[in-house]
T-cell receptor, first 110, second 113 residues
Framework: RKEVEQDPGPFNVPEGATVAFNCTYSNSASQSFFWYRQDCRKEPKLLMS???SGNEDGRFTAQLNRASQYISLLIRDSKLSDSATYLC???????????FGKGTRLSVIA | DTEVTQTPKHLVMGMTNKKSLKCEQH?????MYWYKQKAKKPPELMFV???????INESVPSRFSPECPNSSLLNLHLHALQPEDSALYLC????????????FGDGTRLSIL
């Protein structure tokens, strides 16, 4: 089983829709969780950190489910500009760097 | 605008050339990273520097040679690359290596002829 797994998509949704992605991780010692957004031929940009209590930033909500070992990203009222690849990233413990999932491609359609 | 600056943005080189990629950050971050990313794949970690010392080398071929001259700069020296090394090379930095988000530069798109 891969360390961090994501559904590659693509998810094709109409503008205004709500869409959710999950990302599962295999290492129960994982400590920190992040969502990145990457546009085509650009660098990954940090979208949000994922806290145990869940966190919200405008139309974006991230949640962590430690029991089932997954994190989620919910996007409400999708905009055309949300079209991108969303990468989840996980750190284990100590001084270990991020482990990235393969990313989920989202296309928001007019 | 990214706070991690990479140069050059694009690089085309032959297999016998020697070139260097440069990365700079002024956020006071003490960890810096090199990643390689191929199309439709996630970034693959190559090297990690922590407090200017190489802490992780992910079995990268010796034709890639990293260097960290100071806490703000990270170089990647390239020599005798192969066509399969063509990719986007991303630099990132973070406050430390433990549980910190990484901030990426906009990358160098490298093509090997």
């Amino acid at each position: 089983r891969k360390e961090v797994e994501q559904d590659p998509g693509p998810f094709n949704v109409p503008e205004g829709a709500t869409v959710a992605f999950n990302c599962t991780y295999s290492n129960s010692a994982s400590q920190s969780f992040f969502w990145y957004r990457q546009d085509c031929r650009k660098e990954p940009k940090l979208l949000m950190s994922v806290y145990s209590s869940g966190n919200e930033d405008g139309r974006f909500t991230a949640q962590l489910n430690r029991a089932s070992q997954y994190i989620s990203l919910l996007i409400r009222d999708s905009k055309l500009s949300d079209s991108a690849t969303y990468l989840c990233a996980v750190t284990h413990s100590g001084n270990t760097p991020l482990v990235f999932g393969k990313g989920t491609r989202l296309s928001v359609i007019a | 605008d990214t706070e991690v600056t990479q140069t050059p943005k694009h690089l085309v080189m032959g297999m016998t050339n020697k070139k260097s990629l440069k990365c700079e950050q002024h956020m006071g971050h003490r960890a810096m990273y090199w990643y390689k990313q191929k199309a439709k794949k996630p970034p693959e970690l190559m090297f990690v520097y922590s407090y200017e010392k190489l802490s992780i080398n992910e079995s990268v071929p010796s034709r890639f040679s990293p260097e960290c001259p100071n806490s703000s700069l990270l170089n990647l020296h390239l020599h005798a690359l192969q066509p399969e090394d063509s990719a986007l090379y991303l630099c990132a930095s973070s406050r430390g290596t433990a549980n910190q988000p990484q901030h990426f530069g906009d990358g160098t798109r490298l093509s090997i002829l």
